[in-house]
């Protein structure tokens, strides 16, 4: 469920027009509703009574300083993959200690920055990556929290560039070496064993192998709990969200209305299945999600430019691009596509949906059939708050989209729209290219 809804023929972020928004501060720009967060937040721990749960809010999805301190304001910890989030948590007000640090290569100054403001735990991927950390800790007369990720072989259905549980992704130690990598860990004087985690993919949308996850290693996590006493099991993040249906998602009618066998998941079925699995070990509980906390409670709002009209395919040619939303043109993605300003009587139209940078790539949606826009007309890509700006570049020296964060009938602009100076600051042409010195001779006029 979500707050982005038609109030007569205008669509709303909770009670914000849309065309408001864009209005203010220009096209494309994300805009975000923290009642949408507040409610997946909830959710999520409401959903799991009775257990020890910390949210470790995973930043990458969607790091605006402005939604951090809303996360942190409802108690969420963090999952940070870089010393860069490492500082946008500290930016924002959040608690560091109630987070923890991801990440297959993390350099040795990210290690410190990590220890130096008191991180939770370090998720450590590798061996050698032990030894760094019980290095680093060393050399600073601390010793280092730490957590071994662990690699349940486990099929998480999903796209094959964000499952990350199998035996062939890059991520974790096998179960069947993760008793030696912990022996190993419990050897090196300046490591703390704190806890296990595993996180098998991302956009799961059921519930079956997350249960087989927790079901594979939790008698390891009762051996470690034994042989070590750690004090918690992170089960990772990876709950997915309505992409195809998204606007109508935002009803409970929408989810009452389907049937049960097609039901996506839900943080209630997510806690039925997990809570009693999870309960019996005694431990605290981290969760990692971000698409979750995040996806459906961001749109990106983009004008039309041009409707052109082929031969047999229609273009909608709109002021956003891959730059600003690459997700379509990296994972085919779907996200639904809907009008600002809805109105029925116009007739239908099939158009690919593209952004204006010079290559195919930069499509958003082939065919799609959508009401029929004209120039200057807004659009909304809904399901655009994870994975979004965060995930934007530079391409075709556009700058970084905007942000604003709705809250109830209050909105404000919590990233401005990245200027052309901005973007060129840190460029210089060097003194050697310089006309004179160069040996380049001018054209001749
Ligand atoms: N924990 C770990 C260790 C992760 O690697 C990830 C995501 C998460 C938690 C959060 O997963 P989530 O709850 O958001 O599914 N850019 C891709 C998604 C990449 C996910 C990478 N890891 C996309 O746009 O679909």
Same mark, same amino acid.
């Given at each position: 469920?979500?707050?982005?809804?038609?109030?007569?023929?205008?669509?709303?972020?909770?009670?914000?027009?849309?065309?408001?928004?864009?209005?203010?501060?220009?096209?494309?720009?994300?805009?975000?509703?923290?009642?949408?967060?507040?409610?997946?937040?909830?959710?999520?721990?409401?959903?799991?009574?009775?257990?020890?749960?910390?949210?470790?809010?995973?930043?990458?999805?969607?790091?605006?300083?402005?939604?951090?301190?809303?996360?942190?304001?409802?108690?969420?910890?963090?999952?940070?993959?870089?010393?860069?989030?490492?500082?946008?948590?500290?930016?924002?007000?959040?608690?560091?200690?109630?987070?923890?640090?991801?990440?297959?290569?993390?350099?040795?100054?990210?290690?410190?920055?990590?220890?130096?403001?008191?991180?939770?735990?370090?998720?450590?991927?590798?061996?050698?990556?032990?030894?760094?950390?019980?290095?680093?800790?060393?050399?600073?007369?601390?010793?280092?929290?730490?957590?071994?990720?662990?690699?349940?072989?486990?099929?998480?259905?999903?796209?094959?560039?964000?499952?990350?549980?199998?035996?062939?992704?890059?991520?974790?130690?096998?179960?069947?070496?993760?008793?030696?990598?912990?022996?190993?860990?419990?050897?090196?004087?300046?490591?703390?064993?704190?806890?296990?985690?595993?996180?098998?993919?991302?956009?799961?949308?059921?519930?079956?192998?997350?249960?087989?996850?927790?079901?594979?290693?939790?008698?390891?996590?009762?051996?470690?709990?034994?042989?070590?006493?750690?004090?918690?099991?992170?089960?990772?993040?990876?709950?997915?969200?309505?992409?195809?249906?998204?606007?109508?998602?935002?009803?409970?009618?929408?989810?009452?209305?389907?049937? =049960?066998?097609? *039901? @996506? &998941?839900?943080?209630?079925?997510? $806690?039925?299945?997990? /809570?009693?699995?999870? %309960?019996?070990?005694?431990?605290?509980?981290?969760?990692?999600?971000?698409?979750?906390?995040?996806?459906?409670?961001?749109?990106?709002?983009?004008?039309?430019?041009?409707?052109?009209?082929?031969?047999?395919?229609?273009?909608?040619?709109?002021?956003?691009?891959?730059?600003?939303?690459?997700?379509?043109?990296?994972?085919?993605?779907?996200?639904?596509?809907?009008?600002?300003?809805?109105?029925?009587?116009?007739?239908?139209?099939?158009?690919?949906?593209?952004?204006?940078?010079?290559?195919?790539?930069?499509?958003? =949606?082939?065919? *799609? @059939? &959508?009401?029929?826009?004209?120039? $200057?007309?807004?659009? /909304?890509?809904?399901? %655009?708050?994870?994975?979004?700006?965060?995930?934007?570049?530079?391409?075709?020296?556009?700058?970084?989209?905007?942000?604003?964060?709705?809250?109830?009938?209050?909105?404000?602009?919590?990233?401005?729209?990245?200027?052309?100076?901005?973007?060129?600051?840190?460029?210089?042409?060097?003194?050697?290219?310089?006309?004179?010195?160069?040996?380049?001779?001018?054209?001749?006029?």
């Amino acid at each position: 469920m979500h707050h982005f809804h038609y109030t007569g023929q205008d669509l709303h972020c909770e009670s914000v027009d849309l065309a408001a928004v864009a209005k203010l501060y220009g096209t494309p720009t994300y805009v975000y509703s923290a009642a949408t967060m507040t409610d997946n937040f909830s959710r999520l721990q409401r959903n799991l009574p009775g257990l020890d749960v910390q949210i470790c809010y995973a930043m990458k999805a969607c790091s605006n300083l402005a939604v951090l301190r809303h996360f942190s304001n409802l108690g969420a910890g963090f999952d940070l993959v870089s010393g860069g989030e490492l500082r946008r948590v500290l930016a924002a007000g959040g608690n560091v200690r109630a987070s923890v640090f991801a990440g297959v290569g993390k350099t040795e100054a990210e290690i410190r920055l990590g220890l130096e403001n008191g991180i939770y735990a370090f998720h450590v991927e590798s061996e050698p990556e032990l030894a760094r950390i019980n290095h680093v800790a060393g050399q600073m007369g601390v010793r280092a929290p730490i957590a071994i990720r662990i690699n349940p072989d486990v099929d998480a259905h999903t796209h094959a560039k964000i499952t990350t549980g199998k035996s062939d992704n890059k991520f974790g130690i096998p179960l069947k070496n993760a008793m030696a990598a912990y022996e190993a860990a419990s050897k090196l004087k300046n490591l703390r064993i704190r806890g296990v985690q595993m996180h098998i993919g991302s956009q799961l949308t059921e519930v079956g192998p997350f249960v087989e996850a927790v079901k594979k290693v939790s008698p390891f996590v009762t051996e470690l709990k034994a042989a070590y006493g750690i004090e918690y099991f992170s089960i990772g993040g990876g709950m997915g969200i309505v992409y195809r249906d998204a606007l109508a998602s935002g009803q409970a009618a929408w989810w009452d209305a389907q049937p =049960a066998d097609k *039901r @996506p &998941l839900t943080p209630e079925v997510y $806690g039925a299945a997990l /809570a009693p699995l999870l %309960a019996p070990l005694g431990v605290k509980i981290l969760l990692e999600h971000g698409r979750f906390m995040v996806g459906n409670a961001g749109v990106l709002l983009a004008r039309v430019e041009h409707l052109k009209r082929g031969a047999g395919k229609n273009f909608l040619i709109v002021d956003a691009a891959m730059n600003d939303l690459v997700r379509p043109a990296m994972y085919d993605s779907y996200h639904e596509i809907v009008p600002v300003h809805r109105d029925s009587s116009r007739r239908a139209l099939v158009a690919d949906v593209v952004g204006p940078i010079c290559e195919s790539g930069d499509c958003f =949606a082939k065919d *799609r @059939p &959508l009401q029929d826009v004209g120039e $200057g007309e807004l659009v /909304a890509f809904m399901s %655009a708050g994870a994975y979004g700006h965060v995930m934007a570049s530079r391409y075709n020296t556009r700058g970084m989209p905007a942000e604003v964060l709705v809250n109830g009938s209050a909105f404000e602009l919590v990233n401005a729209r990245e200027t052309f100076e901005q973007m060129i600051a840190g460029e210089k042409i060097p003194a050697f290219l310089s006309i004179a010195d160069s040996g380049v001779r001018k054209p001749d006029r």
